[in-house]
C-alpha cells in the first residue's frame, strides 16, 4: 500500500503523503473512523472539468478465496448504518409511522428462502416475519402470498414469481416487500443514478450469490460486508461526463485493487452455468410447490367453511379416482354447496348468474371480477358472502310479507 493515499482508522490518522478529500468522502470516512472500521482512500486522478468523483474508499481488498462477479449499487444515505445494513426487502417491517426497520430474527430464513426458493420455506418465512410484523406488514405479506400461490398454479416457478416482484422497485429505494433480495446491476452508469446524493457501492461477491436477470442483478439475502470492496462518493456537482468519469474511476480501482473479479466473458459463463443449475433446481420443484399449495388452500377452505364437509382423507381419495388435484376436489365440493343454496333463492345457473351480473370482489388492493373457472379462496369466501346476503334479505322480505 505504499505511495497510496491512505487512511487507516485503526490508527486514526493520515499517512504524510494523503491528498486532501473531497467533502462527502470526509465526512464518510469520519463515520467510519468513529465506528472503528479500515479502510484506505485511493484519489482519482482527474479526468474532465466538473470531477464529480474524487475519492474512493477501499474497505474490502482482500482477495477472495472464489471468483467474483462485480455488481453496483446506488445508496443516497452515505453512512456506514446504511451501507452496511443493505438487507433484503423481506427482513424489512413498516413501522405504524411508516419507517422502515430490519427484523434479525427473520435474516437466517430469508438467506435459506433466497437460495433454496420453495414454497415451504417461504411458509416458514412468512409464518415467522408474521409473529414480528406490524399488522400493515402482515397484510402485505397476506396479499403477496395469495399472488406467488396464484403464480405457482399457473405453472411459474417460485424464483421466477419472487424476481418479477423485485424488480417492480427502484434499486435505490428502501421499501418492503417479500423478496428475499436486494437490487443490483452489472451497469455502474445505472448504479450510480440511483446515487445521486450520495455515491456508488462496488460489490465483488461469488456468483452463486446472485440471481441475474439482464443487466439487472437481485443480491441474496442482501449485501453482506465482506463482499463489499469500495465506495465511490459523488459529489453535488453538475456533470455532463459523469459517464467518462466514472470509467476512468473503475479504472482506477481496477489498477489500484485486484480482488479477484472474472473478466465479462468468465462472468457471463459463470452466470450461463448458475441459470442451468437453476432452471434444473425449479423444474424439479415446481410439482412439489404447487402440490404444496393445493394443500394449503384446502386446509385454509376446512377453516373457511366448517358446514361443509370437507375431510382430507377423503378428498385425496375421491381425487384421485377422478385424476385431479385435492384442491379442485374441495372446490367442487364447495361450487355444488353454493348452487343448492342458490336454486334456493330461484337461481338456476349460478355461473351463469355470476357471469350475467358481472360481478366482483376485493382481492388485497384490487376488485376483481368473478372467474369461477379460475377459483381462489378470497373469491369463495365473498361468493358466500353474496349467498349469505340473498338468504337473510329473503327472510326479510318472508317476514314483511306475513
Not at 455532463?240 to 485493487?257: Q, W
Request: with cysteine; charged share 25%.
Amino acid at each position: 500500500m505504499m505511495g497510496e493515499p491512505l487512511v487507516n482508522s485503526n490508527m486514526g490518522q493520515e499517512t504524510a503523503n494523503s491528498t486532501t478529500l473531497s467533502p462527502k468522502t470526509e465526512l464518510f470516512v469520519s463515520a467510519l473512523k468513529d465506528g472503528g472500521i479500515s479502510f484506505r482512500v485511493i484519489n482519482i486522478p482527474p479526468s474532465t472539468p466538473e470531477h464529480a468523483l474524487q475519492d474512493i474508499v477501499v474497505l474490502n481488498e482482500t482477495p477472495r478465496l472464489e471468483p467474483t462477479i462485480r455488481v453496483f449499487r446506488g445508496v443516497n444515505d452515505l453512512t456506514p448504518k446504511t451501507i452496511f445494513n443493505q438487507v433484503a426487502y423481506a427482513a424489512r417491517n413498516r413501522t405504524e409511522l411508516g419507517d422502515i426497520e430490519v427484523i434479525p430474527e427473520v435474516q437466517p430464513l430469508v438467506e435459506k428462502l433466497a437460495h433454496e426458493p420453495t414454497y415451504d420455506n417461504l411458509r416458514v418465512y412468512i409464518d415467522t416475519m408474521g409473529r414480528h410484523a406490524t399488522p400493515a406488514t402482515r397484510q402485505r405479506l397476506i396479499n403477496s402470498l395469495q399472488e406467488l400461490e396464484d403464480n405457482i398454479l399457473n405453472g411459474y416457478s417460485l424464483r421466477s414469481s419472487l424476481l418479477l416482484v423485485q424488480f417492480r422497485f427502484p434499486a435505490g429505494n428502501p421499501t418492503d416487500a417479500i423478496t428475499p433480495y436486494v437490487s443490483g446491476t452489472n451497469d455502474p452508469k445505472e448504479a450510480l443514478g440511483y446515487g445521486t446524493r450520495g455515491g456508488l457501492i462496488v460489490i465483488d461477491l461469488p456468483a452463486s450469490e446472485i440471481e441475474p436477470n439482464g443487466s439487472e442483478i437481485a443480491i441474496k439475502g442482501g449485501i453482506k460486508p465482506e463482499y463489499i470492496t469500495a465506495i465511490i462518493p459523488r459529489e453535488p456537482i453538475r456533470d455532463a461526463n459523469i459517464g467518462e468519469e466514472l470509467l476512468n474511476a473503475l479504472k482506477t480501482l481496477d489498477e489500484k485493487v485486484q480482488t479477484g473479479v472474472m473478466s465479462p466473458e468468465e462472468s457471463q459463463r459463470a452466470i450461463k452455468d448458475i441459470e442451468v443449475q437453476q432452471e434444473a433446481f425449479d423444474k424439479e420443484q415446481l410439482p412439489k410447490d404447487v402440490a404444496a399449495v393445493q394443500l394449503h388452500r384446502t386446509a385454509q377452505l376446512q377453516e373457511i367453511f366448517p358446514d361443509i364437509e370437507l375431510d382430507l382423507q377423503r378428498l385425496t381419495i375421491d381425487a384421485q379416482q377422478h385424476n385431479i388435484d385435492i384442491y379442485t376436489c374441495a372446490v367442487k365440493l364447495v361450487y355444488e354447496h353454493f348452487d343448492r343454496e342458490a336454486r334456493q333463492l330461484g337461481i338456476d345457473n349460478l355461473f351463469e348468474f355470476v357471469k350475467n351480473n358481472r360481478m366482483t370482489y376485493r382481492r388485497g388492493r384490487y376488485e376483481m371480477p368473478y372467474e369461477l373457472h379460475k377459483p381462489n379462496n378470497e373469491m369463495l369466501k365473498a361468493l358466500r358472502g353474496f349467498l349469505d346476503y340473498r338468504i337473510e334479505r329473503e327472510k326479510r322480505y318472508a317476514t314483511i310479507k306475513d
